[in-house]
């Protein structure tokens, strides 16, 4: 065996025993020393790899130039996941003529134009990075989102718009309506509407009506006693999420301007004074 074959062996073991220590910049740097030395299904599955353990390291960078270097090894319009890695990496990086030649080479139908892609692709759920709390998205294209739930982690805003994986990680049910649930990446946009709390008393049903008039205005709107705190086990399957009955005294999160949320709040109560009431409107 020559050195160099001897080199490469080591640097392959060395960046597999990285990457099952989840130590990725190790295993980026070992596996892309690797790869430039092999060739064919080697030379793949190493390329692939690295570019994956930066990914994993969010050392965006060096996932989209060995993820470059990755799609080279693979066949496009296959679903070949090297293309969706490196569309994710490129989208992070803005770099939105090789996010969209990445999302025509994994397989799906074109995206028309140039620049950012802002499409409506649907509902999706997303788990918030570090708070690790399930969120309803709009996706925007294959690895965007922007968060339409009101997090009731203050640190996290209504309207983010976030960049997620591409493998699902459990699955949420909502009526007759299933969607799968990614793990968030990356912050590719934070939002400017800061949460508000507000104490509101309502009768049964009151609090629908001041939910619509919310979301009529695209605007956020959480009860609190809605939360419904799960396992990590638990949260990454899949769960049916109910529509409850809530009256009484309610703490709310807004996703909302201080002046918008006011108008909102006056008119409901105006309608009903007698059953409803609001009161101590401050920043969450």
Not at 6 to 34: C, H, M, N, S, V
Not at 144 to 158: E, G, K, L, Y
Not at 178 to 205: K, N, Q, R
Request: glycine residues 8%; negative net charge; hydrophobic residues 40%.
């Amino acid at each position: 065996m020559f050195s160099g074959d001897r080199e490469t062996a080591r640097a392959i073991a060395e960046g597999y025993q990285a990457f099952e220590a989840k130590d990725w910049p190790l295993a980026g740097d070992r596996l892309a020393a690797a790869a430039a030395r092999l060739s064919g299904r080697k030379a793949k599955a190493a390329w692939f790899d690295a570019a994956l353990a930066y990914k994993f390291a969010r050392d965006w960078p060096r996932a989209y130039e060995t993820g470059k270097i990755a799609v080279t090894h693979v066949r496009r319009g296959k679903e070949e996941p090297a293309f969706w890695n490196l569309g994710t990496a490129a989208t992070v990086l803005r770099d939105w003529d090789t996010a969209r030649d990445c999302w025509a080479g994994y397989g799906l139908a074109p995206f028309p134009g140039t620049g950012q892609i802002d499409a409506e692709l649907g509902p999706t759920c997303v788990r918030l990075a570090g708070v690790e709390e399930v969120v309803w998205a709009i996706r925007l294209c294959p690895t965007r989102a922007r968060v339409v739930n009101v997090p009731f982690d203050p640190s996290r805003r209504f309207g983010e718009v976030v960049v997620h994986d591409g493998a699902p990680s459990g699955e949420r049910t909502s009526g007759e309506m299933t969607v799968p649930v990614f793990d968030e990446v990356a912050l590719f946009e934070p939002s400017g509407i800061a949460t508000l709390s507000v104490l509101v008393t309502a009768a049964p049903g009151d609090l629908d009506p001041l939910a619509e008039a919310f979301a009529r205005r695209r605007l956020g709107f959480e009860i609190l006693a809605s939360r419904v705190d799960l396992c990590d086990c638990c949260s990454r399957s899949s769960i049916r999420q109910e529509r409850g009955e809530y009256d009484g005294e309610q703490r709310l999160f807004l996703g909302a301007g201080e002046a918008d949320a006011r108008t909102l709040l006056e008119a409901w109560t105006a309608e009903h004074p007698e059953t409803r009431s609001w009161t101590n409107l401050h920043p969450a």
